[in-house]
């Protein structure tokens, strides 16, 4: 189980590191992707038109936790999103 985690946790990683790391080929992830079973900006994102990378992270999670327990990779995509700098309270600075 992931705690504190940080942005610095999440690295993002080409099709051919995806497809090694989880057993599946590079055709069956643009599958998962195109069908949704893996989420844009979640669990992989468009660079631009022809490049996509996958968050190395959420990806193995996903392979572990989606179909026996999908409540725990809820938590992780909920670290992550909680873990990006967008999510991140502001400080107002004071003036002096």
Excluded: C
Excluded at 32 to 47: A, C, E, M, N, T
Aim: no cysteine.
């Amino acid at each position: 189980m992931m705690t504190n985690s940080s942005i610095q946790d999440y690295q993002f990683i080409d099709k051919k590191v995806a497809a090694k790391l989880t057993g599946l080929s590079s055709d069956t992830l643009k599958r998962y992707r195109q069908k949704g079973k893996l989420q844009k900006d979640i669990h992989w994102v468009s660079v631009n038109s022809r490049v996509v990378r996958y968050n190395k992270t959420l990806l193995i999670d996903w392979i572990q936790n989606h179909q026996s327990n999908p409540q725990a990779h809820s938590k992780a995509v909920e670290n992550y999103l909680s873990s990006l700098p967008s999510s991140q309270k502001k400080t107002r600075q004071k003036r002096s």
